[in-house]
């Protein structure tokens, strides 16, 4: 999993310290122990201290940190090096390395621009654990990178295999009893096939929804230039090439909410479209901005006497449906649909609005299994959240968040 850039780590200050790696010596320089705690000197130093030089800075954007040296003002006996000495001078204080060497501790600044958020990354995510969650109780997405083939994995958290048991199952009053006595005589095969008639079927399986796709085609092309998530604010961010995407799963609306800006530069093009692991599934077009995902969950995920696992589609289950409605912002853009996909042509900006229902109808009940129904719910939930605004939308949000 690609490391988190923590900013804090890398400022110039007291605190935390860094020793120059082995591949970042000065000429002369013998790294021999940890220096004191003691005030910083960040004015320059003595000139003969190689520690005051400037080493040259990569470009912007590359992996490879630049440094910024500040000597340590290692307390008041220092020899002229910058190093402790004994009694203020001469001979090199115990444990800093033999005469005539110098130590000198660095701080270490990376030249990549120092994001707000508390999570930040310069790679996109190669699996679905490297992703960027987000989430508001019922619907969260796993946001993916990079843009040209964007997907923003979803969940819906009362979606599952198969319908939920009748009425649970009878236990006949002497089974304790039977059971007991089975163990007494050393029948604990049989204890435990009475043990496990009484618990019914195995609980069933929660079920991915599918993904949301996006594919931005962008005449200037360019690689990622960062993903980010601001954790305060529940909002995930990333930048690639020349377009700035935003996701929010909104607490106010209840609705997933993406934002594409373009940075500049030719505007670019993207597609929309949905994919999902679901067997019994269909997409659809709805109105002329519009794309539903409509589908129906196994009628049951278990295992068979052996363990292995068992998934089946032959019996009604639990239906859901996604839909992603795109709003075209005053840049302009044109959306045509073309084989199961949405596009978006030459925006500045646009926003896709999601929301996902299921035919869950409470405990112990039946679900629904038609996923008409749960469309319906779904294009109500939507077209009330198109009343607002991006601001709107991000301002409500934040403040429910916060």
Not at 148 to 176: H, I, K, M, T, Y
Not at 192 to 214: I, N
Request: with cysteine; glycine share 14%.
């Amino acid at each position: 999993m690609p490391r988190p850039r923590h900013p804090a780590r890398f400022r110039l200050g007291p605190d935390p310290v860094r020793l120059c790696r082995p591949h970042q010596r000065h000429p002369g320089v013998t790294l021999a122990g940890p220096p004191p705690r003691a005030p910083v000197s960040t004015s320059g130093g003595p000139a003969s201290c190689p520690a005051t030089t400037r080493t040259p800075r990569p470009r912007p954007g590359t992996t490879t940190p630049s440094c910024r040296w500040a000597v340590r003002a290692h307390g008041a006996a220092t020899g002229g090096g910058g190093c402790p000495r004994e009694g203020g001078g001469g001979r090199l204080a115990s444990g800093w390395g033999a005469e005539r060497e110098q130590v000198c501790a660095v701080y270490v600044t990376p030249e990549v621009p120092q994001p707000s958020s508390p999570v930040w990354y310069d790679r996109p995510a190669a699996r679905w654990v490297d992703g960027l969650p987000v989430g508001n109780g019922r619907l969260g997405a796993m946001v993916w990178g990079p843009l040209d083939d964007q997907r923003l994995s979803l969940n819906e958290d009362s979606f599952w295999s198969g319908p939920p048991p009748a009425a649970p199952p009878r236990v006949p009053a002497g089974l304790l009893d039977d059971v007991r006595a089975d163990l007494r005589a050393g029948r604990h095969v049989a204890a435990g096939e009475r043990l496990k008639a009484a618990q019914g079927r195995d609980t069933e399986a929660y079920q991915p929804v599918g993904d949301l796709v996006l594919r931005v085609m962008e005449p200037d092309g360019g690689g990622l230039r960062f993903r980010d998530l601001d954790l305060d604010r529940g909002v995930a961010r990333h930048a690639s090439g020349g377009v700035l995407q935003t996701v929010l799963a909104d607490t106010a609306t209840g609705l997933l909410a993406v934002r594409l800006t373009a940075l500049g530069g030719a505007p670019p093009t993207v597609e929309i479209g949905w994919r999902t692991p679901q067997l019994r599934h269909r997409v659809r077009l709805v109105g002329d901005d519009g794309l539903a995902l409509l589908l129906n969950a196994p009628s049951h995920v278990g295992e068979d006497a052996q363990h292995r696992p068992v998934v089946e589609h032959g019996g009604a289950a639990m239906a859901a449906a996604a839909l992603a409605r795109v709003s075209r912002g005053p840049g302009g853009g044109t959306v045509e649909s073309a084989e199961g996909l949405l596009r978006v042509w030459e925006f500045e900006e646009c926003t896709i609005l999601v929301d996902v229902r299921t035919g869950f109808a409470g405990r112990n009940r039946p679900p629904g299994t038609d996923p008409e129904e749960c469309l319906a719910r779904a294009a109500e939930a939507v077209a009330s959240g198109r009343r607002r605004s991006w601001a709107e939308l991000l301002d409500a949000h934040a403040a429910e968040h916060g």
